[in-house]
């Protein structure tokens, strides 16, 4: 059984539905990405696991329960958790208040976990008491995966988490996004840079209009003639 089964969704923010008829699945410890054309539907898709849309069919499994409809604070309780594409640090405080924020939900001792955000991210170690405003985009990225992190997720969503970066930091953050995954935490995450992130991820979906229209492994769709005339120019 996959961690994560989204079967057939439909839904949207208002009346209309932007979804479809939307279905993902996310295995123990996979990367998985969302590829597509602008307007496609892939944050929305994202957004519907973390309880942030009107969802009007099919439903969400999450860990073998159902979680259609819940609100977002009970999903993150439950283990999943989201890191928007934009406004996703706190720009007024530093790195480290950051990831402080970040284990406010949890109680006991937080040592072992800022302990694993650290060593996930050690050019942050230094730049502790740095303000996150005071960043680059790519630090200020690793802040929001980390204060994320702190939470202990079994499935971490990633909204774009490479968008406005150089192609040295984008390959840092797909780096980044591996060794979470090694710690053993899944991963969701919606792309433009289609081309890199099927090369690096396990397996991907392309929605196109709110809908699947195709999936398999990164490798698979790379190759995929259809892919790649319509989705990866040419
Ligand atoms: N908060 C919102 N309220 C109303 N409509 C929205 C909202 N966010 C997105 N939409 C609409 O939903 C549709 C899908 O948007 P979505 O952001 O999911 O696309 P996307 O595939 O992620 O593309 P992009 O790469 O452009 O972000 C678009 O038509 C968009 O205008």
């Known amino acids: 059984m996959p961690l994560l089964d989204m079967r057939d969704v439909r839904g949207g923010y208002g009346d209309a539905d932007i979804l479809q008829g939307v279905s993902i699945t996310v295995a123990e410890k996979e990367i998985v990405v969302i ?33 259609t409809g819940w609100a977002p ?39 072992a976990a800022y302990d694993r955000v650290y060593q996930l991210f050690p050019d942050l170690k230094a730049k502790r008491r740095n303000l996150a405003g005071d960043l680059s985009g790519g630090q200020r990225q690793m802040v929001a995966m980390g204060r994320a992190l702190m939470l202990d997720p079994k499935l971490l969503l990633l909204d774009e988490p490479t968008a406005g970066l150089s192609p040295k930091y984008m390959e840092q953050i797909f780096q980044i996004t591996r060794d979470v ?17 099927l090369a690096f991820c396990d397996r991907g979906y392309v929605l196109a209009t709110g809908a699947n229209r195709h999936e398999g492994t990164g490798q698979a769709l790379l190759a995929d003639r259809e892919v790649a005339e319509m989705f990866l120019g040419g």
């Open 73 to 111: 604070n009970r999903i993150v309780q439950r283990g999943v958790c989201y890191v928007p594409q934009v406004d996703n640090v706190f720009r007024e405080m530093t790195v480290h208040e950051n990831f402080e924020m970040g284990g406010f939900l949890r109680s006991g001792d937080l040592s």
């Open 181 to 197: 995954r090694d710690a053993g935490v899944s991963i969701l995450l919606v792309e433009q840079h289609a081309k890199q992130a």
């Open 35 to 67: 590829v597509g054309p602008n307007g496609a539907g892939k944050s929305t898709a994202m957004k519907a696991v973390f309880g942030l849309l009107n969802v009007r069919g099919g439903q969400i499994v999450f860990d073998g329960e159902e979680i």
